[in-house]
């Protein structure tokens, strides 16, 4: 059964910066493909950054150059650290798992079929 806990989210001044953590449970962290994704108010859930079991990355434009995903294996813990936030980062940031061995990186739904519970970060001055 799977479990990831998510924590890190809160509130930052623009240009401030934050880090999520998702810490997930069971043996598989090794050989799957894990993802951030976030929800603004009124707006459909847009993939963030992807991380694959060979370390490929895709990041969305948005937040390239201010984002960084990385993991842990020792912690089976993946990472996304904002920096330079902007107003447009507020939303609410899910973590999510690929349960299928070595799958590739991308920004989309459709291949997570694990999330955890969401965080809210907020941007404002």
């Known amino acids: 059964q799977f479990r990831l806990v998510v924590s890190g989210g809160g509130l930052v001044q623009p240009g401030g910066a934050l880090i999520l953590s998702c810490e997930a449970s069971g043996a598989a962290f090794d050989y799957l493909t894990y993802g951030w994704f976030r929800q603004a108010r009124g707006k459909e859930r847009e993939g963030v950054n992807c991380i694959s079991v060979s370390d490929e990355i895709e990041i969305a434009d948005s937040v390239k150059g201010r984002f960084t995903i990385s993991k842990d294996h020792a912690k089976n813990t993946v990472f996304l650290q904002m920096t330079n936030l902007k107003l447009e980062d507020t939303g609410i940031y899910y973590c999510?798992?690929?349960?299928?061995?070595?799958?590739?990186?991308?920004?989309?739904?459709?291949?997570?079929?694990?999330w955890g519970q969401g965080t809210q970060v907020t941007v404002s001055a």
């Open positions: 999510a798992e690929d349960s299928d061995f070595y799958n590739y990186c991308e920004n989309v739904e459709a291949p997570f079929d694990h």
